[in-house]
T-cell receptor, first 112, second 115 residues
C-alpha cells in the first residue's frame, strides 16, 4: 500500500538554525509528493510539491528534493524564523487517484 | 476573494445527535474532500466527490454521510453512529485532471466537541 513516515516531533530550534524534517514514503507506482504546513488553529496550506524523480520543490526558503532511490522527500530550510513555527505534513498521491496520503505531521517550534 | 469556507468554527454535539458541517468553495473546483485530524496524527480521508451527485467513501467513512447537490457545496453529517467524533474536520477542494494529481486547497476547519 501507500504510506508516508515523518520524523517524530516535536522539533525545537533556535532562530536562524538549519532545519531538516525527514520524510520517507512507500508507494505503488510513481507518486507526486507534497509538503503542507498548518499554522495554529488553521487549515493546511500547500508549501511545495514535486511530481517526478529529482524534481526540487521550493517556496518561502523551504526546499525538498524528490529522491526515488531513497524514497525520500526531506524538507530543509537554511535559516528558520519564529514565524515558521507550525505543524508540517508530508503527503503523497499516486497516479490519477485524487487522494492524498498524509504522514502524521511534525510540530516545529522556533525560539527567538 | 476565492477560497473555501467552513462553518461553524466550533461545534458541540450531544450524545445521539446528528450534526452537519458546512463546506463551500468558490474556486470552481470539481473535486471536494473531507478529512479528519486527530491530535498527533495525520489527516485521514472520510469522503470525496469528483462530480455533483456522486461521492465515494474514503478510509474512515463509517458514521459519516455526505451530499453533493451543488458544485460549490459538500456538507458532512456526523451521525450518532460515529462513536468518537471529537476531532478537527478539514474540507478541501481541487481541480480534476485525468492521470494527474492537482493541488488540494484546504478550508480553515471545524472543531467538533462532544458534550
Amino acid at each position: 500500500g501507500n504510506s508516508v513516515t515523518q520524523m517524530e516531533g516535536p522539533v525545537t530550534l533556535s532562530e536562524e538554525a538549519f532545519l531538516t524534517i525527514n520524510c520517507t514514503y512507500t508507494a505503488t507506482g510513481y507518486p507526486s509528493l507534497f509538503w503542507y504546513v498548518q499554522y495554529p488553529g488553521e487549515g493546511l496550506q500547500l508549501l511545495l510539491k514535486a511530481t517526478k524523480a529529482d524534481d526540487k520543490g521550493s517556496n518561502k526558503g523551504f526546499e525538498a528534493t524528490y529522491r526515488k532511490e531513497t524514497t525520500s522527500f526531506h524538507l530543509e530550510k537554511g535559516s528558520v524564523q519564529v514565524s515558521d513555527s507550525a505543524v508540517y505534513f508530508c503527503a503523497l498521491s499516486v497516479g490519477g487517484a485524487q487522494k492524498l496520503v498524509f504522514g502524521q505531521g511534525t510540530r516545529l517550534t522556533i525560539n527567538p | 476573494d476565492g477560497g473555501i469556507t467552513q462553518s461553524p468554527k466550533y461545534l458541540f454535539r450531544k450524545e445521539g445527535q446528528n450534526v452537519t458541517l458546512s463546506c463551500e468553495q468558490n474556486l470552481n473546483h470539481d473535486a471536494m474532500y473531507w478529512y479528519r485530524q486527530d491530535p498527533g496524527q495525520g489527516l485521514r480521508l472520510i469522503y470525496y466527490s469528483q462530480i455533483v451527485n456522486d461521492f465515494q467513501k474514503g478510509d474512515i467513512a463509517e458514521g459519516y454521510s455526505v451530499s453533493r447537490e451543488k458544485k460549490e457545496s459538500f456538507p458532512l453529517t456526523v451521525t450518532s453512529a460515529q462513536k468518537n467524533p471529537t476531532a478537527f474536520y478539514l474540507c478541501a477542494s481541487s481541480l480534476l485532471t485525468e492521470f494527474k494529481m492537482e493541488t488540494q486547497y484546504f478550508g480553515p476547519g471545524t472543531r467538533l466537541l462532544v458534550l
